[in-house]
């Protein structure tokens, strides 16, 4: 039963063949293993459910398991965004896409590991330890949603909630050898994930497969009256297509040239060719100002990030320094005491960027490169459908590789950042192997075309016929 | 290009306090990052509007009614010290 995709176990659920308890505590009894061995496990969740009947009416996901990335608030269940400073925190209240999929039946398994307040790309900025690679323990599973990628990928769970501001869910899916997909900005309600850039954050589906992606994408898509930039999709259609017949899919040198190393280009090269077997056109598209994507990016997300962290103060929720004699030195030693490193740092990059004198040279100039990679996408999709590209320039890193250089980790982003920026959909399917370790396929579409884009993905995932098998062994 | 002094000037900024060993790291990575950063002032982006959202909604206001929000004592429980009334901390004048 846990080799069963997510949508087949419900259906499996819904037949009566298979018990929703027994498949709960299949899964429950695996990830509280993990939990239980730390760094010697994969070290995917910072906290499992305990033995539940799971009840109630027949619903659509009913009985499925699901993990959910830490940030996202849940009520009564430590939410800590993968952070010291929230110690202890249970929140008073349920974020709305962890609710809508409990009300659609599916069961709360486990809160993954991810970077603090998602920033990272390789899970080893987290309070509760670095996850490893179910591929090959000693390198990094992406990230910053690197538990719920290795969490799906180790077949500890069915599928994963996870969240995408420059890359996390889909550069982890890609290091994982799994499916990972960043809705259009606005598709899914941010109400009750902890914030860390509000004009970029989005949830998304972490799975096995590209029809499982669809299924939690439909029961998470929705306007929600409490995010007031949630629109919420159309109906997102089962993936069925088996051809790309008059698909026009753009290559674009920005994304696919310097930089990616060979073994990525290869697996991407064989990609584009399986591609052009189902039917599609390959074409040559430009991206021109996706060479600077990734500059404007480290001005925004941090500037929003500084913003939004000035609420971890040590008043109304988790940690406190002890012994502080006034007030300001309450604050200033709560966070020094709260947040990593990495954090630090991008909330005195945000706060330089955004101060007096900085902010037209940093800020506001960043804000019309994004306007300019906007563009860029919206004229590459007037000649193509698709821009198909590497989601990583590399395969899984090995621990501690970028650690001690943070620009070199930010480089880890540079083919998903600019999709972030213009707000459109994109998702990773794996494509192939590298010495062993999986690369991912990157398809990026306009905006709220998640539809196609799944039954693109669909069409080549089933023509690739990629085994994931090597990681849950 | 960020100096010692300028580090600390910007930590007070962010409300947080760095050891005097954190702050030649922090001032050679935030240099480091910036430098790459400092690339995008090469464009010419004269004519550019910015953009701040990319998705255009506006005036998206809930009506302006009374409603319920979470009962106190729920609130006050997270808080690392509080009384029946809310929050407490330390003076702000040591």
New interface residues.
């Given amino acids: 039963m846990l080799e069963l995709s997510a949508r087949a176990a419900a259906a499996a659920v819904a037949s009566g063949e298979l018990s929703s308890r027994e498949l709960f505590e299949a899964y429950r009894e695996r990830a509280a293993a993990d939990r239980q061995a730390g760094s010697a496990g994969l070290n995917c969740f910072t906290w499992v459910a305990g033995p539940a009947p799971v009840d109630g009416a027949p619903a659509p996901l009913h009985g499925v398991p699901v993990a959910v990335k830490d940030l996202f608030c849940v009520q009564d269940v430590p939410s800590q965004a993968g952070s010291r400073i929230l110690e202890g925190?249970?929140?008073?209240?349920t974020a709305t896409a962890v609710a809508r999929l409990r009300s659609a039946g599916a069961a709360l398994l486990a809160k993954t590991n991810q970077d603090e307040f998602a920033m990272g790309s390789s899970n080893e900025n987290s309070a509760f330890g670095a996850v490893l690679n179910p591929w090959d323990r000693t390198r990094v599973p992406g990230g910053s949603s690197g538990g719920s990628a290795a969490a799906v990928a180790a077949g500890l769970a069915p599928w994963a909630l996870g969240t995408d501001t420059g890359g996390s869910i889909r550069q982890p899916a890609a290091l994982c050898g799994i499916v990972g997909m960043k809705p259009t900005?606005?598709a899914v309600s941010r109400y009750g994930m902890i914030a860390f850039a509000s004009?970029l954050d989005q949830a998304g589906p972490l799975t096995r497969d590209v029809a499982d992606a669809a299924l939690m994408l439909r029961h998470i898509a929705a306007a929600d009256?409490c995010d007031?930039?949630s629109?919420g999709l159309a109906e997102v259609a089962d993936p069925t297509a088996e051809r790309l017949d008059g698909v026009r899919l753009g290559v674009a040198e920005e994304l696919s040239g310097e930089g990616i190393e060979a073994g990525v280009l290869e697996a991407f090269g064989a990609a584009l060719r399986t591609a052009e077997e189902l039917g599609a056109q390959i074409a040559s598209v430009r991206l021109p100002?996706a060479p600077?994507a990734?500059?404007?990016y480290?001005?925004l997300a941090p500037a929003e990030a500084?913003s939004n962290l000035?609420r971890f103060?040590?008043?109304?929720?988790?940690?406190?320094a002890e012994g502080?004699?006034?007030?300001?030195?309450?604050?200033?030693?709560t966070?020094?005491d709260g947040?990593g490193a990495e954090v630090?740092?991008r909330?005195?990059?945000g706060?330089?960027a955004l101060?007096s004198g900085y902010y037209e040279?940093?800020y506001?100039?960043?804000?019309?490169?994004?306007?300019?990679i906007?563009d860029d996408f919206a004229a590459a999709f007037e000649v193509v459908d698709f821009i198909v590209s590497p989601t990583s320039p590399t395969v899984a890193f090995e621990l501690g590789e970028r650690t001690a250089d943070?620009?070199a980790m930010?480089l880890s982003d540079s083919c998903t950042v600019p999709m972030s920026l213009?707000?459109v959909p994109a998702i990773s399917i794996p494509c192939g192997l590298s010495a062993g370790l999986p690369v991912g396929l990157q398809l990026a579409g306009p905006?709220f075309s998640e539809s196609r884009l799944l039954d693109v993905a669909h069409a080549l995932e089933g023509a690739l016929g990629f085994d994931s098998g090597a990681a849950r062994a | 290009m960020?100096d010692h002094e300028e580090?600390l000037s910007?930590?007070r900024?962010?409300?947080?306090?760095?050891?005097d060993q954190e702050v030649e790291p922090?001032a050679r990575?935030?240099s480091?990052?910036?430098d790459?950063?400092?690339?995008?002032?090469e464009?010419d982006?004269s004519d550019?509007?910015?953009?701040?959202?990319?998705?255009e909604?506006s005036g998206?206001?809930?009506a302006d009614e009374p409603r319920p929000c979470?009962p106190r004592e729920?609130?006050l429980?997270?808080?690392?010290?509080a009384d029946d009334e809310g929050?407490l901390?330390?003076?702000?004048?040591?």
């Fill in positions: 925190y249970r929140p008073p209240y900005y606005g004009s009256p007031a930039t629109l100002h600077h990734l500059s404007a480290y001005v500084s000035a103060d040590g008043v109304r929720y988790g940690l406190r502080a004699e006034d007030l300001l030195s309450m604050y200033t030693r966070r020094h947040f630090k740092r909330i005195m990059l706060t330089y101060s040279a940093f506001g100039r960043a804000q019309r490169v994004r306007t300019k906007a943070p620009l930010y213009a707000g905006a | 960020i580090a910007v930590a900024l962010a409300r947080l306090q760095l050891a922090m990575e935030l480091a990052v910036l790459h950063i400092a690339k995008i002032g464009l982006l550019v509007p910015p953009t701040s959202h990319v998705v909604i998206a206001l809930r979470l729920v609130v429980s997270q808080a690392p010290a929050f901390v330390p003076s702000p004048q040591a």
